[in-house]
């Protein structure tokens, strides 16, 4: 069974960092997509960034140039280097795995595996 465990969300200034890590059990992903969504209560979720094993990534226009998706050889532990941190970067982020092939990465319907999230909240 896949589970998926984020950590590494907290509170920090505008202009700050944080580092996400979703660790991934039951199963690899080195050839295809996990990614990182997150939501904000009373809106949609939406896609961040997502990374294949292989190094291939995409990333939303509104963390391009600030956001820094990395993973481990083994295809078990995505991480996502947050810089520049804005307010509007506050949400529940969330970790997915197991992509329904026709979707795009970042379509929030495109996998069938989360994490519980974890909250980041930037501060201005």
């Known amino acids: 069974q896949v589970q998926l465990v984020e950590s590494g969300g907290g509170s920090v200034r505008e202009g700050g960092s944080l580092r996400l890590s979703c660790a991934a059990s039951?199963?690899?992903?080195?050839?295809?997509?996990m990614a990182w969504f997150r939501q904000v209560p009373g809106k949609e979720r939406e896609g961040v960034a997502a990374?294949?094993?292989?190094?291939?990534?995409l990333y939303a226009d509104s963390v391009k140039g600030r956001f820094t998706l990395s993973q481990d050889a083994a295809g078990n532990v995505l991480n996502l280097q947050m810089n520049s941190l804005k307010p509007e970067d506050t949400a529940i982020y969330y970790c997915?795995?197991?992509?329904?092939?026709?979707?795009?990465?970042?379509?929030?319907?495109?996998?069938?595996?989360w994490g519980q999230g974890t909250q980041v909240t930037v501060s201005s």
């Open positions: 997915a795995a197991g992509r329904k092939i026709e979707l795009p990465p970042l379509d929030t319907e495109a996998y069938y595996h």
């Open positions: 039951g199963h690899t992903y080195t050839s295809d997509y």
């Open positions: 990374m294949t094993g292989k190094g291939t990534s």
